[in-house]
């Protein structure tokens, strides 16, 4: 059963901040680590010089940094996460140098229309229900100045079986209190081109990476 929000921001501030960063390098361990992962996952994002960039529910900033390192010259990152232990580990990586990192619902953002050239959308989505990802997506096209571009980097249903159950047992969905299972099976069943484009979103792509493990969605406002 999902956590109820409250329950869920008390986990991530206390208890997952503590040890997300162990827990991601373990996930990523198949795919040839986090720093080469998540180099391969902005692959198909093409950055341009000068751009303002957003990186919504940026966690202890792991996609952050990557997203530092694909950045053109003159480019300015901004991450956002409803935690605030996510946070505080996050502003402790000297390597994130002047990224501005705020604690804020990605929902409900205090940012100005057409703040942005790009906003990520990284690996959260699937905890979300639906009415979370479309709170999230709405903001994310509203804080997009026209003809920005939304990129979300997320989980995918692999379509080879033994791939499917391989990745099942890694990244623990047999756990019973595995409190995502719920909502990441949601997200798949809407699927994440269709609420996108419920969001307004136009010139939808789809990349599929690692054997359908992870998907990597653009969209134009």
């Not at 026209?146 to 249903?157: P, Q």
Request: proline share 3%.
């Amino acid at each position: 059963m999902a956590l109820d929000r409250t329950k869920y921001k008390w986990f991530y501030d206390h208890i997952h901040s503590r040890y997300y960063n162990i827990l991601i390098k373990w996930l990523f361990l198949p795919f040839g680590g986090e720093t080469r992962c998540r180099g391969e996952l902005l692959a198909p994002v093409r950055f341009l010089p000068d751009e303002r960039i957003l990186d919504m529910c940026c966690g202890t900033g792991g996609a952050t940094y990557s997203i530092t390192k694909q950045a053109a010259k003159g480019s300015r990152i901004v991450g956002i996460d409803l935690s605030s232990g996510q946070i505080r580990v996050a502003r402790r990586r000297s390597e994130l140098g002047e990224v501005q990192l705020l604690e804020g619902d990605a929902g409900c953002t205090a940012f100005r229309d057409r703040a942005f050239d790009k906003v990520f959308i990284t690996h959260a989505l699937h905890e979300m229900p639906r009415t979370g990802r479309k709170a999230v997506l709405a903001e994310a096209r509203r804080t997009l100045r026209d003809n920005g571009t939304v990129i979300v980097l997320e989980l995918d249903n692999p379509g080879n079986v033994l791939v499917r159950l391989l990745m099942g047992f890694w990244f623990f969905y047999w756990l019973p209190f595995n409190f995502e299972t719920p909502t990441r099976r949601d997200m798949l069943e809407h699927g994440l081109v269709t609420e996108l484009g419920e969001a307004g979103f136009a010139h939808i792509t789809k990349t599929s990476k690692y054997r359908g493990v992870f998907q990597v969605l653009q969209g134009v406002k």
